[in-house]
């Protein structure tokens, strides 16, 4: 839909797309096309226009006129070539098509006023919400309606215009009225001053307009000026009404001329609240949104978070920031050191000023006092006295015009009530406020990349914390960063001593979460230390059954939740509670204090084991992607299950775990960790039962062929082989021959791959599972493909897809589709090839596998490749390597460079294309990949073209310069900018 621009405020513009539009020359048919946006929303009739514009002609001329008129508008806007015009009209009527957009600063202006008028706020001058409104409808107020435009034949266009440009004046000057007041009322004279110098330019002999000039200059400290001001005033009335000023301004400048204004000031709103000690940081969208809750009417606002997240430090910036939205002030009631909720109302009354009466509850006349104020009433550290939230209910309930802000570790659960939790600083944020702390502690800190990522650590350390960034950042003028990055191992321990002016409570990040801690019942303080054993979370599910036993724990997980000690997200459609490293040191301390560690600990390794193998199963079935998004969620907790049952030598355990999740490791890029942790338990293999090492055997064979580490690849695949002979098992010996057949294949030993991928294909009929034959089939075709036996790849690629149909296994699906698309491409089935393609990689997507993701999109580029689409190939090449730049399937990413190199050859640049072919095939010979006689004859036909395009000594040097280059540079080279990839 085309965007059109039409202003009539001012000068007259009109613009299609931001673009402005010519062609106007001619004043009525600028005025023909006001009309019609303003009144054409309906059908015009061409008399009607015809009369407006044209009244002394005849008829006959008049609508010939209009008829060139709405050609020349017709001819500006393009509506002949545009798919929806502007301008539509018949025989008899004309109007404005209304499935085009126009954007009209008329209505605009007309909308945002209409709007502030009809806003049930308390009153003009402490509603932000209208003042931003009445202030961008007068930046569309650029001058009068059609200021540029005069009909002087056209007395009835002039009349309506005339009527027009009056009504829209008085709607500005209104608008600036209130301006006046907003901006008087914070105290804020001069942007007072600009908007009633503007009020005055629009009508110069209002004499209350005049007045408030006067007044403003004054209370400006522009006397003298205020005093010149009334003197030219003075001279106006005189030459143009012969008069002089009422008696109010003369008093007025009686007054001023005296130097005594104290009685011109509108009193300002009282605030009972402290002055920040600092600047505010890293919380402007939370101040914006919190202000914004209570300017748009909110009545009961929760700020809740963890000790030391930073509510009371954001609830004053907005007490300061919202002092002039409530007529009667705002008010600041600190409870810390209330130990009865029964005080509160109390200590509000001691705030407010207000006296108790005889035989009167306190809350009664505290009611009474505020039933008529608009009020802001601010009560700090409200999670102590919880008890009192009726207190806050009932002066809500009677009071329509309060408002209230509490910070609470826990929310009041009122039904007025909006909580808006807080959570920690992000990392920039976080490091501005350590740069600044310390700074004013007297420390220097660097600048440089490297000191302000060592900055960025600190406070990850201490979760972002502002108030332990704060605490520590003091000691960063007597110890290093990477001093105090070393004490931040054991983060409360570092923490224990901050700025006097911090309350008592948070002189230390310990004494924070203690006042939390002692608030919370038995049952929760056990629930709370309980936790700590998690790494990173937990879900509910995980928490019951691994340190909550019996309790049922939603209640209490909620519980600690609600008083800020615990965090809540939600990962692939699952709730997880999380536990700030802060808060799980103390947790821990408090678990170790209770005498539970050891129990607590073996229960939480036996809850992942489980986990782990239950994702052992799932990550080859539907939920794929869920369940992998849910291990990841979990790698602390593993890796802490892992580390336990090393260190207590429960090794039959330690390969559950691993062995579980190494298709996560596998799927997600990770596999040296998960190598090393298989390789670490697989020492004790000889203690597990065989049919576990016959997996974990396999599963380490497998990661090592994911790093192209060949030699431990067959180490652990041929012991895995061994073991399987003695299990005796049809299905283990199956799967761990196919492994060993794709190993062989890929280092070139294809006569051995072929045998061992035959002889578990052969084996598969003898399984449980008889469509196991899909991973040897898969192999075959893969085998038969490189060896350009493609009618043969063909038949086991179709029979693996049609296997694999039948099974719940979504990644070997995605795999085999996208092998038959290569093996089709192959033979020149471009459609069917892409179509397949397309539906491989579309499932790799769903299942978020990274290994997956990339293998389809260099069949993507290959098929793009192949119709010659140079530039497309690129890309998904491109895509691919920035996808795998981290991984370590090297001989992956040689193939892909040599593609890229191809496709650089094709496009005339053989220089790069020949580095290419080199780096990739240094890459293939230090794995010890080799390549099939098929796939080497394309190679060198490939090297051949180069060596023609380059000459020999060209060649040799672009070669040479090619085994020079590390994997990295290697993609770093074939992802640089190519100017024919863009043509």
Known sequence: MRQIAIRLLGSFEASVEGVPVAGFEYAKVRALLAYLTLEGAQPVTRSVLAALLWPEQSERNARNSLSQALTQLRNAFGDREAEEPLLCADTHHVWLNPNVSVELDVRRLLQAVDAAEQHQHRSWRTCALCEERLRQALKLYRGDFLADIAIADSVPFEEWAGQRREYLRKRALSALERLVERAEWRSNYSTALSYAQRLLALNPLVEPSQRAVMRLLALNSERAAAEAHYRQFQTLLEEELGVEPDAATTLLFDQIRSGDISGLRTPPPPIVAPLPAAPLVGRDEDLQRLCAELRAGARAVTLTGSGGIGKTRLALAAAHALRFDFEDGVFWVNLSALSDAALVADAVAQTLGVKERPRQPIGETLREHLHARHLLLILDNFEHVIAAAPLVANLLASCPALAILVTSRAPLTLRAERQLPLEPLDEAAAVQLFRERAHVAGATLAADEASVALYGEICRRL????????????????????????????????????????????????????????????????????????????????????????????????????????????????????????????????????????????????????????????????????????????????????????????????????????RFHWISGSLREGLEQQEAALAYREEVPLRLQCGALQAAGALAFGLNEYDRVRHWIGLGLAAAWRLGDADTIQTILSSLGKVLLDQGELEDASVHLEVALSLASRCSDPTVARFPLIALAFLHQRLGNIDLARTFAEECVRLNQSTDDRESTAEALRRLASIRLAQGDLVGARRLSDESLARYCALDHQFGVGLGLITRGDIARAEGSYAAALTSYFQCLKLWKERQNTVTIGYVLDYVGRTFLQMAAAERAATLFSAAAAIREQAGAQLTDYEKASCDLAFQRCREALGDEGFDAAWAAGRTLTVEAAVDLALQPHALALA
């Open 463 to 662: 979760d972002r914390l502002p108030l332990a960034i704060e605490l520590i950042a003091v000691r960063a003028r007597s110890l290093t960063p990477r001093e105090l990055l070393r004490q931040l191992e054991q983060p409360l321990q570092a923490l224990t001593r901050g700025p006097r002016d911090l309350s008592t409570r948070h002189q230390s990040l310990r004494q924070a979460i203690q006042w939390s801690y002692d608030l919370l019942n038995i049952e929760e303080q056990q629930a709370l230390r309980a936790l700590g054993v998690f790494a990173g979370g937990c879900t509910v599910e995980a928490a019951q059954q691994a340190v909550l036993g019996a309790t049922p724990a939603p209640p209490l997980l909620e519980a600690l939740h609600q008083a800020s000690l615990l965090q809540r997200q939600v990962v692939a459609e699952q709730t997880r509670y999380i536990l700030l490293e802060t808060i799980r040191e103390f947790a821990l301390e408090q678990l170790a204090a209770s005498g539970e560690t050891a129990l607590l600990r073996q229960r939480h390794c036996a809850q992942f084991t489980a986990f782990a193998l239950a994702a052992h199963q799932e990550l080859q079935r539907a939920e794929a992607a869920r369940w992998r998004a849910w291990v990841a969620a979990d790698r602390e907790n593993l890796r802490a299950a892992y580390h336990w049952a090393m260190e207590h030598q429960q090794y039959e355990t330690a390969l559950q775990l691993t062995t579980g999740i190494w």
